[in-house]
């Protein structure tokens, strides 16, 4: 039973509910944070995600600062670019175009392959374009939060490694890590990155990211110094290796509580098998689109390849629009997210599938989202 105090459930796609002990650690007293204790912990962090991301590669180099999942977009433009360099962006939604821009900040030219709303660019599509120009990076959304679309990492790299074996693969898992799986080894991925608060069940305020040994080469050899101080590898290179050997280390001051937070949620993650984690995700997103289904509603990612386990886009039924339905879902207990997809929001609702209220038994977080949104859509006469 939680001790947190009644509320709505919180299932949009991130921020996520969170396990009571998970918020507990956030409480932990004010602490030094080059002192042994603190270091320890962070130490363990860092160790934690090698095991959460699957690489067991000592060249590879997991980060952790503070700030937001969009933190690891600037991160991966000011290290592993340059001014003038090219950039092949994987169009799936709302991110794409954000990764873009920030390039675009960088002084980087950045491609859009874009797909139709709901679909993804299909690989013969990214072979052409591979072909076409040569790319410094790739980029690919592995879940688009704005759509629901889930892309095919593994068959993307080996598509890269085969076609344009220099070109660097960048993975924004900001609402897949945790929930999709993701073997960053075997799969060759040079970056990916996320945030705490979605399916690794984290408050926010924590960017995380996972660099290859390859890309810190890259990063290396770079001609010209990193575009930015706060997210320049060359301070904080040091300080994570440093963390990882549980060495006092200093460039900025992180957040203790955040860092006890995300080391109580990882250990909870790897208690147990993370192929469990994931079928528990799977499971989750096929109970809540066989729902929506029998509901007479479809996905915006129709094509059940490209649909995320960790949320599902839902499209309304015609003449139905969020501000309808999702006040009445509030009023029911549970919080959905609107449309974010700019050119048609007003046509759908989020529903996020993640963390404990996923593979905690003892909620009923999803089954109470599904009466509620028969009982709001009823209210408005297209249940």
């Avoid at 947190?4 to 007293?29: C, T």
């Amino acid at each position: 039973m939680s001790s947190q105090p009644p509320h709505p459930a919180l299932l949009i796609p991130g921020p996520i509910e969170f396990d009571d002990a998970v918020l507990q650690s956030m409480s932990h007293y004010s602490e030094s944070h080059v002192g042994a204790p603190f270091v320890s912990t962070f130490g363990d962090v860092l160790s934690n995600l090698r095991k959460l991301f699957q690489t067991t590669d000592p060249a590879s180099q997991p980060f952790v600062l503070s700030g937001s999942g969009t933190l690891g977009w600037d991160q991966v433009a000011a290290n592993l670019t340059e001014p003038g360099d090219e950039a092949l962006v994987l169009h799936t939604g709302y991110f794409a175009d954000s990764f873009a821009d920030c390039f675009e900040t960088y002084g980087v030219k950045a491609t859009q392959l874009k797909a139709a709303i709901g679909d993804r660019p299909q690989l013969d599509e990214v072979e052409q374009a591979l072909r076409e120009k040569k790319y410094k990076v790739l980029t690919v959304t592995h879940v688009d939060t704005s759509t629901g679309v889930l892309s095919e990492v593994k068959a993307l790299s080996e598509l890269v490694h085969r076609v344009s074996p220099d070109t660097l693969v960048v993975v924004d898992g900001v609402c897949s890590v945790g929930g999709e799986e993701i073997k960053f080894d075997e799969w060759k991925l040079d970056v990916v990155l996320t945030a705490t608060q979605k399916a690794i069940g984290c408050p926010a305020g924590l960017s995380v990211l996972m660099a290859s040994g390859r890309a810190i080469e890259v990063f290396k050899a770079r001609k010209t110094r990193p575009n930015s101080y706060f997210g320049s590898w060359k301070n904080w290179l040091p300080i994570m290796q440093n963390y990882e050997a549980k060495k006092a280390s200093y460039f900025a001051t992180p957040s203790p509580q955040l860092i006890h937070a995300l080391d109580t949620a990882l250990k909870q993650i790897l208690s147990r098998p993370l192929d469990q984690r994931f079928a528990d995700h799977r499971n989750a997103s096929q109970k809540v689109k066989k729902a929506i289904a029998d509901l007479g509603l479809k996905q915006l990612a129709t094509k059940p390849e490209n649909q995320a386990n960790t949320m599902t886009a839902i499209v309304l039924p015609e003449g139905v629009t969020p501000p309808d339905v999702v006040p009445s879902l509030l009023k029911k207990g549970v919080v959905f997210a609107g449309g974010l997809h700019k050119e048609i929001a007003s046509k759908y609702i989020r529903l996020g599938h993640m963390g404990v209220s996923v593979t905690d038994p003892n909620r009923g977080d999803l089954t109470k989202a599904i009466d509620a949104l028969r009982e709001s859509l009823a209210e408005v006469g297209k249940a």
